[in-house]
Each structure stands twice: as structure tokens, then as C-alpha cells.
């Protein structure tokens, strides 16, 4: 191949085949503070694909009341759910990225597995910085969020867009916007929830409780919901219940508008009135377990419903590094290397 005089041998464009797959999750605070805190829901919050609200109205709502007021109270809610590897979320990916370099190891020695967050660090844009100058030609994005949605999903493919569009030479990309009925993944979550079943016994119903986002959302086409129910429908097939042994529920609203019902709170506090005390509980919208499922879901929203005269409360843990979680993960970017 000609070079050009002067041009290093990096600079030379020789025509290298790396493939980088970037595992890319929603985000953590770096630490358990209010200061780290803030600044990770002001740039969380701040997106416009996360909050709908005319924006300069919501910047006044934010920096006026929010940042003023919420960065304390989640600070203590992280510190609860803290590790000694630190945030579970990031100490979770960390586990995913190793195990699927583990498993590519066999299957393709020129694919690296990379890690971002949407919010926080690493950042999106860092990370692919890192794959650039690790000479990496070829991306293939999985965001971990089984349940494609625009302030999930569609607000990765915008760092990245906002990323690439400062790169002279754009790598080959593939984005993958989803895996909500992968027959791998309907199956690690039903094995989930059989273990849980055999170990502990099958409960009067089971919750499958997805995070929610407002209403609006659905009806300005957003698939998000639909996607939530199908997951639902598959894992019940699969496991074999009945229509009366489980249902799907909407967690971690906030504000005044209509949000996707059933609410998940407001669900558990009802059944022990029409005779439900015995559940369990799975967030299969959640690819690894964080504050949303540790605190509000094992911690919060058990006390509502024991409060409500529940007797038996249990959280199936999600799929995390499980290995069939990981072989679920080289499956659907198989395709693409």
C-alpha cells in the first residue's frame, strides 16, 4: 500500500480489521455524595429525550428546585446500595464486559468488549475516543436495555451520533436498539424465575416490574410499552402460567403527569386486600441490579406491600452476569462480527 510522505505509520491507513462492541448502560454517580450525585442527575436530567418538558421551563424546574433539593436524598439511597467495587451497576458491567471477552476469545480474536455510560463515566464519548485510538474500524453498539425506548436507547445513538459526527473517518456501525424477545433472553429470565420457584416455592403471582415513563410517550409512538408486554407474554409462555399468576407493572415515576399503569407501588399495596399476600418480583427491563431495583423494588416497595397486610415478598435478582445472560449478549451481536 502507497504512503504518504510523512505520515506515521498509524496515519497510514493500512487497512486494519479490529471490531470494538461497546456495552453501553444507563449510568452511576462516581460516588455516594451529593456533590457526585448533582452532577450526575444534572446531566441525566438534562436530556431532552429523558424530560419532554419546554425546555426552557424545565431548566428553571431543575437547577431551581431539583438540583437544589433531590442530590441529598439520592445520596443516601446510593450509600445504602453501595459495594466495596463501588456502584453495583458499574461493578455489574464490569463483570459483563470480562465474561463476554471470556466467551469471544473463541469465537472472534480480533473483537475487543468496551464499556460506557450514558450518564456519568465512562462516557460515551471517552470510550469511543479510547476505540479510536485503539484502532478499532468496526462498532457494534449494544445499549442494555432489553425494551427499546427513546430516553433509553434512542438517547445513546445521540451521544454517539454527537461523537462521530467530530471524527474525520466514520467506523462501520451497527446499533443494536434492542433484544426484548430474544429467545435467548426469554429463556435466562424464565430460568431466573424457575430457580426462584423451585428454591423458594411459586408465589400467588408474579410481578414483572418494568421502569415506567409517561404516558405520552406511547401515544407519540414511542414501542416501549408494547415491547414490555411482550416480554411478559414470552417469559409466562415459556414458564407455563396462567393469566392469573402474573402481570405487568410500571415502577420509578416522578412528577404530576399520567405515567404507564398498573404503577408498580400502587399494585402491591392493593393485593393483600383481594387475598394476593405471597409474591415475587422481577425487573426484566433491568439488565443489571442498581439503585432502582435494590432500594425501590427490594426495599421500598416491600414495606408498602407488607404495610398493606402482605406476608411473602421476595426480589428475583436480575440476569446480571448470570452465563447465560452473557451467551444471550454474544448472540445478538454475533451477527455483526
Given amino acids: 500500500m502507497y504512503k504518504y510522505k510523512g505520515l506515521s505509520k498509524a496515519q497510514g491507513h493500512q487497512g486494519q480489521n479490529k471490531t470494538g462492541i461497546l456495552l453501553v448502560n444507563l449510568g452511576t454517580p462516581d460516588e455516594p455524595t451529593t456533590p457526585s450525585v448533582r452532577r450526575y442527575l444534572a446531566e441525566f436530567l438534562a436530556d431532552p429525550r429523558v424530560v419532554e418538558i419546554p425546555r426552557f421551563i424545565w431548566m428553571l424546574i431543575l437547577h431551581g428546585i431539583i438540583l437544589r433539593t433531590r442530590p441529598a436524598k439520592s445520596a443516601a439511597l446510593y450509600k445504602s446500595v453501595w459495594t466495596e467495587d463501588g456502584s453495583p451497576l458499574m461493578a455489574i458491567t464490569k463483570q459483563q464486559q470480562h465474561k463476554l471477552s471470556q466467551l469471544l476469545q473463541a469465537e472472534a480474536n480480533d ?162 386486600a383481594k387475598g394476593v399476600k405471597d409474591i415475587a418480583v422481577i425487573c426484566p427491563a433491568f439488565s443489571a441490579d442498581c439503585l432502582e431495583t435494590l432500594e425501590e423494588i427490594c426495599e421500598e416497595n416491600k414495606e408498602v406491600f407488607e404495610q398493606a397486610g402482605g406476608e411473602s415478598y421476595r426480589y428475583i435478582a436480575a440476569l446480571n452476569a448470570d452465563d447465560d445472560h452473557i451467551e444471550m449478549m454474544l448472540d445478538v451481536v454475533k451477527p455483526y462480527l
Fill in 111 to 272: 473483537t475487543q468488549v468496551y464499556i460506557a455510560m450514558r450518564y456519568g463515566n465512562p462516557s460515551i464519548a471517552s470510550t469511543l475516543q479510547q476505540m479510536q485510538h485503539d484502532g478499532v474500524n468496526k462498532i457494534v453498539v449494544l445499549p442494555l436495555y432489553p425494551q427499546y425506548a427513546a430516553p433509553t436507547t434512542g438517547t445513546v445513538f445521540d451521544a454517539i451520533a454527537k461523537e462521530l459526527t467530530q471524527w474525520r473517518l466514520v467506523p462501520s456501525l451497527h446499533f443494536i436498539n434492542g433484544y426484548y424477545d430474544n429467545p435467548l433472553f426469554i429463556k435466562a429470565l424464565a430460568r431466573s424465575i424457575r430457580d426462584d420457584f423451585e428454591q423458594n416455592g411459586q408465589p400467588q403471582k408474579l410481578i414483572l416490574s418494568y421502569h415506567g415513563m409517561p404516558e405520552r410517550n406511547l401515544h407519540l409512538g414511542d414501542p416501549y410499552y408494547c415491547y414490555c408486554i411482550a416480554t411478559t407474554k414470552a417469559v409466562a409462555a415459556e414458564l407455563g402460567l396462567s393469566e392469573d399468576q402474573y402481570m405487568s407493572t410500571f415502577q420509578s415515576r416522578f412528577g404530576k403527569a399520567k405515567w404507564l399503569t398498573p404503577y408498580t407501588d400502587e399494585t402491591l399495596a392493593g393485593l393483600p
